[in-house]
């Protein structure tokens, strides 16, 4: 048995019921791989700035620091909009990812069986579509500084820094072209070189990595045509490598042609440790209800036993319970007709069944 200390950080809105849903599958599938789990749990984002005053108090930063992996629900929610920016929510989230280093995000958008019917687009343009975002995670206009809100000659100016420096982009690169290595062996990079200083570098650096790795075929996209070419023919995309903001706002572009946000797990890693997290937000709209989706969550559990413990056969088997289910059961966001309309609660129970036959 070899124990895996694994830190839970629910947040706010949603989180902490996928969290409840995703926490049980772990404890089904651990044992069937000889893993031990230390389970424990902290507050982040907005509930742990109602207790503490702080969206990521010391405690969970070294409880995170101190584990094998983080698992994290979501956070934010319009309680805490209003707050100075230093406090909110979401800080909480950003200072986990830089703490912990967690420069690669990996976010894969699959169709899981017959939720191609799920999809706004047509079936026939997303049926097979299997492509993986590589988000930049620790660096870009998230981080750059300066940034602020100042008066200049009597008015308020906005500002942030898009930043990137040579190294940022040649790891994030590797893990790109290691990640298309693989899968189909192809590698898109998506930068916006014909406007911006720091992607025209970033393009400059993933050409020469791209040296070292003859046998992936890479090609380059503005980011303007990449968010048109996801809608119009996802197909054409095995492997994307992106900045932090371009890949922010593709994936959830991409998370469109499975259906929905609530499918779409991630994977952050670059770090000694790794964090997982469903792509949506907390969806304060129905939170609390028993309606969330909590697929994203379990599948992000499965990332975390592939990409921290090694074990891409536990991931397997989660992918396979989650399409499983979906043929008889959904949650309201993928609803289709001839499907059981179910809530979070059922939903996790019927993969846990399903995870029972496999
Ligand atoms: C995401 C989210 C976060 C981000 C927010 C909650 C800070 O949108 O993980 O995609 O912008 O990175
Ligand atoms: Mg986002």
Redesign the pocket.
């Given at each position: 048995m070899s124990t895996k200390k694994i830190l839970v950080t629910p947040g706010d809105g949603i989180g902490p019921e996928v969290s409840a849903q995703a926490i049980l599958v772990l404890k089904k599938i651990a044992p069937r791989f000889g893993l031990e789990l230390e389970l424990s749990e902290k507050p982040v984002g907005g509930a742990a700035y109602d207790l503490t005053g702080t969206p990521i108090p010391d405690e969970t930063l070294e409880a995170a620091k101190n584990s094998d992996a983080v698992l994290l629900g979501a956070?934010?929610g319009p309680k805490w909009e209003s707050l100075d920016f230093s406090v909110r929510p979401?800080r909480g989230?950003?200072k986990l990812r830089s703490e912990l280093e967690l420069y690669a995000n990996l976010r894969p958008a699959v169709i899981y069986g017959d939720l191609v019917n799920a999809s706004t687009l047509k079936p026939e343009v997303v049926e097979g579509a299997d492509l993986m975002v590589v988000r930049e995670l620790t660096g870009g206009i998230?981080f750059g500084e300066p940034r602020g809100i100042e008066i200049r000659n009597g008015e308020r100016v906005g500002f942030n820094t898009l930043v990137y420096s040579e190294s940022e982009i040649r790891r994030i690169a590797k893990v790109g072209f290691e990640i298309a290595m693989k899968r189909g062996k192809k590698l898109t990079s998506v930068d916006k070189a014909n406007v911006l200083e720091s992607t025209e570098l970033w393009r400059e650096v993933v050409t020469e990595v791209g040296k070292d790795f003859p046998e992936v075929e890479l090609s380059h996209m503005y980011a303007d045509n990449a968010a048109m070419q996801i809608i119009r023919n996802p197909k054409q995309f095995d492997t994307m490598v992106t900045t932090n903001m371009f890949g922010?706002i593709l994936?959830?572009a991409a998370a469109m042609m499975t259906g929905s946000l609530g499918m779409l797990p991630s994977a952050s890693i670059g770090g000694n440790i790794g964090m997982y997290?469903p792509?949506h937000?907390s969806a304060p709209d129905i939170s609390g209800q028993d309606k969330a989706n909590p697929l994203a969550m379990i599948l992000s559990v499965g990332m975390m036993l592939r990409y921290s413990f090694d074990l891409g056969e536990a991931d397997e088997i989660i992918k396979q319970a989650v399409v499983e289910t979906l043929d008889t059961y959904r949650t309201g966001d993928v609803m289709a007709e001839g499907k059981t309309l179910i809530g979070c609660i059922e939903m996790g129970e019927k993969v846990l069944e399903a995870l029972e036959q496999i």
């Open positions: 956070v934010g979401e989230l950003l998230y922010d994936s959830d997290e792509v937000g």
